[in-house]
């Protein structure tokens, strides 16, 4: 029998789990192409600021026990899947009760396989960082290494988005943004929390709408927006992304969107590997394994991403990506005795 094919984004998805550690690609190529502005982007969710987060979020050792607080998923739908093909297996079992007991039984599928992917549709809420942080904490207690979050959404509460990025970026997700899904206002501040961030639908900016202002006159809301945009400088500062997208965020009218190109993307540090995750992981690997190892690493990364998972679309799959990969490994001393486990590819040995 055939093997199955998979989508291009699937395999593109693939790779970039492949190669989640991967190191930092050369300086991208200046814009190629001027971003596009829609003027029919007053989008409901938006980017809102307020002035304190609407739900005080639980201390990360309460989610160590079982004893969570009641939680429910109102502002969107997730579901829960152990397989990145969307295509063929879809996007697994819905979740809106965020008790201990309904995320264990809907994460624990995934032990085996070791890959979680939670695919979200929805604002981003109070309730979306619960969704974020009880999945993690799961994870984490069922030692499932791969995470994916495959969004889709039209932004939401500024506050809430970095509170489930900061969750993100501790917790090593992987960020998807398929074909057909948007990432627009605030969803944006989840795309820059993720180690890898796989992009094939839009993704867009514009203003931040501030709720609950007691501002009578522009100084006073300039003010207000100063402060929120200094905390957006930090977020971004944090996770790799230049501090220019926050300008641009307060620059673009509410009522427009500005769709970034796969070059700005590239060139903000939006897509592709976390530049600050990629700077630890080689602190942490040159720590365990020596310099040597890390460059060899990172010279089989290089050839393994343009010969074996670049351009292969809809003629290719997982299976062949990867044996593509062990053939390269010999010629850079891989499988490595010293650290076998961090060999790439290490999950095929």
Not at 103 to 110: L, S
Request: charged share 25%; aromatic share 6%.
């Amino acid at each position: 029998m055939p093997k199955p094919r998979l989508p291009s984004a699937t395999l593109a998805l693939a790779a970039g789990l492949l190669a989640l550690s991967a190191c930092s690609a050369p300086a991208p190529p200046a814009v190629a192409e001027p971003a596009k502005t829609s003027a029919s982007a007053a989008e409901e969710n938006g980017a809102i600021s307020s002035p304190a987060p609407k739900v005080v979020p639980p201390a990360k050792d309460l989610l160590k026990g079982s004893d969570w607080p009641p939680a429910k998923l109102e502002s969107g739908t997730a579901t829960i899947s152990c397989d990145t093909d969307y295509a063929t297996a879809g996007d697994g079992e819905p979740l809106s009760d965020l008790g201990f007991f309904t995320v264990a039984d809907a994460v624990r599928p995934c032990r085996e396989a070791g890959v979680l992917r939670v695919r979200y549709s929805g604002k981003i809420s109070a309730d979306f960082a619960d969704l974020v942080e009880r999945l993690s904490a799961m994870a984490d207690r069922m030692e499932i290494g791969k995470r994916i979050l495959d969004i889709d959404s039209a932004g939401g509460q500024v506050e809430d988005g970095i509170r489930a990025g900061d969750t993100i970026g501790d917790a090593h997700w992987t960020i998807w943004v398929r074909d057909g899904s948007l990432c627009h206002s605030a969803c944006v501040f989840i795309l820059a929390a993720g180690d890898n961030r796989i992009i094939s639908g839009d993704v867009g900016i514009h203003r931040i709408i501030r709720l609950h202002s007691d501002a009578t006159t522009r100084a006073e809301l300039e003010a207000e927006l100063r402060d929120v945009h200094d905390r957006i400088k930090e977020y971004f500062a944090r996770n790799g992304v230049d501090v220019a997208v926050a300008d641009m965020m307060m620059t673009v009218p509410s009522s427009q969107l500005r769709l970034l190109t796969a070059d700005e993307l590239r060139q903000y540090g939006l897509s592709g590997s976390n530049p600050v995750q990629d700077d630890l992981e080689r602190i942490r690997l040159a720590r365990k394994c020596g310099e040597s190892f890390v460059h060899r690493r990172e010279a089989f990364l290089r050839v393994f991403e343009s010969k074996c998972a670049t351009g292969k679309g809809d003629q290719g799959d997982v299976d062949d990506i990867a044996a593509c990969g062990r053939k390269l490994r010999g010629a850079y001393g891989f499988p490595d005795r010293r650290c076998p486990t961090e060999t790439p590819l290490a999950e095929y040995d």
